[in-house]
């Protein structure tokens, strides 16, 4: 057994389209029409173009709110991607605009940080020390 498919969900597929592609980097794999405005809107890491797949969900169903404000306001990322270097992508992003909420943090072997994706979630990156 393996991920093949994990979400987020967003206000906006739109605006989270350009920030996951254009400020993360990653790389659209599906785009398929839903119904109305929604979209099955997918990335993927552009290290991996086969890899785990990210889907933007819409963020329409009533729980999902509380569920993002609660984990927001309590600080806790709804995600992690692992990256090379935190410190380099965490000067990288902000460099872009993007806002954290944690710097980056050495914890033991890991070194972390959070970021707003814009989109209503907490995201963190990570890179383990070699």
Not at 64 to 79: F, K, S
Not at 88 to 93: G, K
Request: with cysteine; hydrophobic share 40%.
């Amino acid at each position: 057994m393996k991920i093949h498919l994990t979400s987020v969900f967003v206000d906006d597929q739109a605006k989270a389209e350009r920030f996951y592609t254009e400020v993360l980097g990653f790389v659209k794999k599906h785009d398929v029409p839903v119904g109305g405005k929604d979209r099955w809107l997918t990335v993927v890491s552009s290290e991996e173009p086969d890899g785990t797949e990210l889907l933007l969900e819409p963020a329409g169903h009533p729980a999902v709110a509380a569920y993002r404000d609660a984990l927001v306001e309590d600080g806790i990322p709804l995600a992690q991607f692992a990256v090379d270097d935190v410190k380099a992508e965490y000067r990288r992003l902000r460099g872009l605009g993007v806002q954290f909420t944690q710097e980056p943090v050495e914890m033991g072997p890991v070194t972390t940080a959070v970021f707003d994706d814009t989109c209503g979630n907490l995201i963190q990156i990570a890179t383990e020390a070699r």
